[in-house]
């Protein structure tokens, strides 16, 4: 692949000497750094990535030291600088100095500033960065590119009543003139630009646990050290447990979870340093319910997942990014599956509705999704790889090959992959070749169907005599005679014969194939376990013999058959009320996620029949035994999911329900909630935001507001945020998105709650409209990596005169930093749309009937 902004390969940094004094009053900082380079053949000139940095010198100085004077050429369009000296640059190695100024800017990337008010009530700022994708050439000037990877010396100058923590640890701090103080750090292993690190401000540091070995430590703006307990306790538990899986130790020195108030990401995993969104690492364990927990829990383990994965090893190019976040997301299941047992982590990865997996299933049964690995061109592409196609598909299709292989065959090909590219650069097929070698499989031939094509499979599953036959063809919400993709299937098949019931692996690589069964099939699981990327059709006599099974079968493969009949509706082969008889017979279900997803498509069904009470009488049937079953009361010893299934049947009892007994305990307990996380047990009190808020006035909204303006809790900072999405009025949404445009919420946060308003179907009409007028506005303030939530509800929004209206301003619209998520979101939003016009008289005669 080439283009102009690829670096040319005609110089190679083997180590940096950074030294970065930041002036934090100023907003500005100010560098040197020494680069030793190894040039293999004579050129005009150096060039390398800087963009935003003002060079005010830089020099070549050779072997035998004599030092040229070099002039900078700057390339913006290209982020790139061109150093000359005058005269041909020989072969061999090489210094290159520079000094260099640039600025803590406000945009959440590069080296950048995030402000918090402490406990005095005085606003103080940290200095920190965030390099991927390309970013690093905001802060120095570098090789910006992964397979660039060299050792990073690090020396940062700061005021020496602040905290100053990079990838190592800290080697030395002398005091200098000024009130300010050197601090140097340890070498770093070789590694790539884009995972150093540098933080700087007013923090606190927890103690370091030792982790056989190697000290861990949280580090979080001042007042926040009760909430540092659990980072601790998740963190020592998933370095050991993820040292022991790869069989490789840890290959940094120390280990800092460092909580940024303004943060684009949820984490990144810069060596030894790495940087979280607050919500996702500091958390109360007594106001919190079992999603917060396990989601601190999940981006701890996936962090650390990618310091052997990621940091360690690494892609050679953009386009593997996904099998970095696909395996790190694979890896945080399998860690948070062995912390937890009772979170029960594989089947919410399959099952959590707006989570990765369930929306890359939708994302990839659209004509605009993309292949799992695609080619990157800039850094906008680079920025767009990171959605649910690499994390949730991607993760997905490992855990498919994982169990087809056999889960100990799979560690260890992973094992010899990693060992054999330690401290180097790699293409998704040295994966593959890894677990070759631990196998006899094809793996490489499998794994390509899946991720150099787009799309995914049904598999039509048929009694023939003496056998099943198995027709694959490629699923689309829209059917497209083009659509003609074809995969190695790695099925697992369960089926059950007058002897009894087994289980057959089976590679279904043909479009047909007969599978040879001696006893005749009396029903069959093709999808046993629920693991698989497809979604299996049976014929009807098969689907009926699954009914009085559902029962019986494990949660995910219930789940899977109620989803695939979901996504048979939406695509038109299978009619609303079947959807929703078959959805009726899960009243006597006890799985916490299978009722998860369940709320979600009855939400998804509820925006075809606003404020219908037949609809709402349908809900309370459907839930009403599982809320007479549990009630409002915890009881002692009771399971984490049995507490959280509570909190989201009350939910979708009181609102889709509307039940107004639920309705107005929640209302009467909605104040103490707001004023006091811990007024009732943490999953009840997010039903009580949700359906007080969902059924709230101007009084209510006012307590939400001044409660999260003085909160420092960062899960109850996110559920006031998110129960102000939940209310009705038009005057209060706009309040709200008034707040996210004049600063009261954080840039970090004002994509998402923008896009709760935009699925409120009460207020989605008059905040698009806000949305549409105010775009620039908008693009301007929120951080990049978070505009992609702008669009992020549009298939929520399926009022069919409103979807036309945003149709047309994305046709005059451009959205380059999330192009592609655009196209997906409005073509899902078509079909969700068609989906009504086609099924809205169906679903109002199942309601009458
Ligand atoms: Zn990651």
Known sequence: MSSAHRLPRTAFPRRYEITLEPDIPTSSFSGTETVTIEIPESVESVTLNAIELEIESAHLVDAAGSRLRAAVEYDEPNEQITLSTGRPIDPGEWQVEFSFRGTLNDQLRGFYRSTFTD?????????????????????????????????????????DDLEAISNMAEVARKPRE??????????SPIMSTYLVAFVVGPLEITDPVDVDGIPLRVVYPPGKGDLTDFALEVGAYALRWLSDYYDIP???????????????????????????????????????????????ADVIAHELAHMWFGDLVTMKWW????????FASFMEMKTVESYRPDW??????????????TDSMDIDALASTRAVEFEVRSPDEANEMFDPLTYGKGAALLRMIEQYLGVETFREGVGSYLREHSYANTETDDLWKGLESASDEKVGQIMNTWILQEGYPEVIVERVDHGLRLTQRQFRYVEDPEAMNRWMIPMQIRLGTADGEITIHHLLADETEILPLENPVEWVIANAGGHGFYRTRYEAALLGALRPKLADLDPLERFTLLDDTWAFTVEGSVQIGEFAALAAGFSDEREHAVWQMLSTHLLELSRYVPNDARFAAFVRH???????????????????????????????YGRLGRDEATIKHAQDLFHAVVADPSAVDAEVALAVLAIGAANGGVEEYEAVV???????????????LRSLTYFTDVDLADRTFEMTVNGDIRSQDGGWVISGLMANQSTADHIWNRVSRDWQQLIDLLPPATQRYLVHSLPAMVEPGLARRVQAFFGETEFPVAAKSLSQKLELQEAMVGLGERERDRLVSFLDR
């Open 119 to 159: 406990e005095a009530g005085v606003e103080q700022t940290i200095a920190t960065t965030q390099f991927e994708a390309a970013d690093a050439r905001r802060a120095f000037p570098c090789w910006d590119e992964p397979d660039y990877k060299a050792v990073f010396s690090v020396t940062l100058i700061v005021p």
């Open 706 to 720: 001044k409660a999260y303006e003085g909160n420092t809790n960062p899960q109850q900072q996110v559920r006031l």
């Open 250 to 296: 840890y290959p940094g020195d120390k280990v800092d979870f460092i909580a940024i108030p303004d943060f684009a990401f949820g984490a990144m995993e810069n060596l030894g340093a790495i940087t979280y969104r607050e919500n996702a690492v500091l958390i109360d364990l007594e106001t919190t319910g079992q999603y917060e927990q396990r989601r601190v």
């Open 319 to 326: 386009d593997g990014i996904w099998l970095n976040e696909a």
């Open 622 to 652: 459907l839930v009403s035994p599982t809320v007479e079953r549990i009630g409002w009361e915890p009881q002692d010893g009771e399971a984490d999911l049995t507490r959280r299934l509570r909190g989201q049947v009350l939910t979708t």
């Open 178 to 187: 000024g009130g300010k103080a050197v601090v140097r750090y340890a070498d």
């Open 344 to 357: 029960k982590r594989w089947l919410a990865f399959a099952v959590d509705p707006g989570a990765e997996r």
